[in-house]
Every structure is written in structure tokens, then in C-alpha cells.
């Protein structure tokens, strides 16, 4: 079982560094579907994910399309979107010999509303109020990759660390 990340053409590097940072702390494959917003070098994405980048297992995929045909029959994928009306709190993810892949949009227009259209019933929702337009992507991110991992029960990663100065013990 793996947990895949995938970003729609990202365009703010500073959100790929965050989202590399949080699928390096959870063993979650970061995909990319070009065209990027930015150099793979920039700084402010380094600076994000500051020394965790080379702990990414990153795979590039050209277009959408090319990431769709990667995908095998028995993969489960997802599309993260305000538009749809189920939660992704509804959804099971316990499945361990499952790969789970959750889709996102690039931060100015989302996914496309065609692909959109065609995959509807792929499609989850982050409950928000009416006061914001969207959720942050890397926020968004994160939210539904925890959500998956406290449902795997946060399969190969630490529930706990002993740490050479550890604030809470001795
Ligand atoms: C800044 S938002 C883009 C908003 C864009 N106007 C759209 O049409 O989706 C970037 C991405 O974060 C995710 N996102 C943000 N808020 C969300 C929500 N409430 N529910 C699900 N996904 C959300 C989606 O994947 C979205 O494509």
C-alpha cells in the first residue's frame, strides 16, 4: 500500500516545498503533472522543503493524460475539489494493499472541468464555510493525507521518537 500525492501543473513553489516536506514525514510518493509554475531548482520550493527534498520519491508525469494511463485497475483515485458534495471523511482508506491517489488542482483554476466532469464521481470535498474561496493547496494537502494515514493507522511511521534532547523526558 501507498499513498500518492498528485499536483495539477502547481504553480507556487513554496507549496510544492511544503507538500515535498509533508510526503517526505509520511512515505507519500509526490507526483508532478507539468507544466510547473517553476524551476524543480527554485529556491523558495528548497527553502520549504528545506533539506527534505532528496527524502521525496518525486515521479513527473508530462500531461494528465500521461499520469492517467500510469494508473492500474485496482488503484483507487481521487479528486480533491470544493466542488464536490462528498466528504473526504466519507471515503475508506484502510485497504493496505491499496494505492491510494489523491488528485489535486493548480492553485489559481483547480482541475480542469472537463476531466472534472468526467471523473465526478471521484470527486471529494474539504467542508469549508462560505467565507473563503478555497483552502490552501498544501494545507488541502495535508488534510486529507492525515485523514488516509490516522485511517491506516499510520502504517511505517513513527507514533513516537526518542529524541537526544527530548523535552519531556529526562
Ligand atoms: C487554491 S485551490 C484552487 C481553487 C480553484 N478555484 C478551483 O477551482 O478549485 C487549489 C486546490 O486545493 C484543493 N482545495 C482547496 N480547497 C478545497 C476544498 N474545500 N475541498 C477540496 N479541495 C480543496 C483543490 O485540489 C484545489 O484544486
Known sequence: MTNHVVLFEPL???NTGNIARSCAGTNTVLHLIEPLGFQLDNKHMKRAGLDYWDEVNVVMHDDLPSFMATLKA???LFLISKFASKSYTDV???DTNKNYYFLFG???TGLPETFMKEHAELALRIPMSNHIRAFNLSNSVA???FEALRQQKF???ELAHRYEHDKLKD
Open 143 to 145: 488534510i486529507v493525507l
Open 74 to 76: 485496482d488503484d483507487k
Open 12 to 14: 507556487m513553489p513554496a
Open 155 to 157: 502504517t511505517g511511521m
Open 106 to 108: 493548480k492553485e489559481t
Open 92 to 94: 475508506n482508506y484502510e
